[in-house]
């Protein structure tokens, strides 16, 4: 019983290149959530998603950064032109439909970008 | 906006030591709290919550407490073990936001 499943799990990228970073949900789980931790800091929420909608990205840079969950295959955070400042833990979470009010979340191993 | 603070570490016992991580809050309205633990080589996973001022949240012999007038939920285990290694994380949610401390790295020496 496969968990929320994040890669790459370690993705490093010069300047100005793009980062992708994937997260397939627990099975059954229809929402998908974005959180990063920058050093010395507690994870900050980015976005949160339904498939193929994106229902709250307010904690989402509104340049460089976005991101999808369409209907087949998993979600997709995407940094365009990276930068040293997105240098950080990247972590997704899931969580099955009508819980997502609990604050029970299921979370993956996260996804580690460094930028040179 | 809301917050969380909790102490910082690492923090290193010995087994059977009595453990407390401090965590304090600033929210609006009536945040649901949470303890995530972290293992090492793997994702978050909920720990205990509380969802009113008072409950008590417990599992694996850790316990917190929703104190409202002092704005804390701090996490206490009374004998730990080495397998409680881990970095724990407070976390308050209105709505469907977690927000999260930066966390605290527990080692337990045997």
């Known amino acids: 019983n496969a968990g929320v499943m994040q890669n790459p799990r370690h993705l490093v990228r010069r300047r100005g290149q793009e980062a992708r970073l994937r997260c397939s949900p627990m099975k059954g789980h229809s929402h998908v959530y974005w959180y990063r931790q920058l050093p010395e800091e507690g994870l900050k929420f980015m976005v949160y998603?339904?498939?193929?909608?994106?229902?709250?990205e307010s904690g989402m840079p509104k340049e460089r950064f976005s991101a999808e969950f369409p209907k087949e295959g998993p979600s997709i955070l995407r940094i365009q032109q990276v930068v040293r400042g997105d240098s950080a833990a990247y972590f997704c979470?899931?969580?099955?439909?009508?819980?997502?009010?609990?604050?029970?979340?299921?979370f993956g191993e996260g996804s580690r970008l460094t930028v040179l | 906006g809301d917050s969380v603070t909790q102490m910082e570490g690492p923090v290193t016992l010995s087994e059977e030591a009595f453990l407390t991580i401090n965590c304090t809050y600033t929210?609006?309205?009536?945040?649901?709290l949470f303890w995530y633990v972290q293992y090492p080589g793997e994702g978050l996973q909920l720990l205990l919550k509380a969802t009113k001022a008072d409950d008590k949240g417990s599992n694996k012999g850790f316990e917190a407490t929703y104190r409202k007038e002092t704005t804390s939920f701090h996490l206490e285990k009374g004998s730990v073990q080495v397998s409680d290694s881990a970095v724990y994380f407070c976390?308050?949610?209105?709505?469907?936001?977690?927000?999260f401390g930066a966390g605290t790295t527990v080692t337990v020496r045997a």
């Open positions: 976390a308050l949610s209105n709505d469907y936001k977690l927000s």
């Open positions: 998603l339904q498939k193929e909608n994106i229902i709250d």
């Open positions: 979470a899931s969580s099955p439909a009508g819980t997502a009010n609990t604050g029970e979340l299921f």
């Open positions: 929210a609006t309205g009536y945040p649901s």
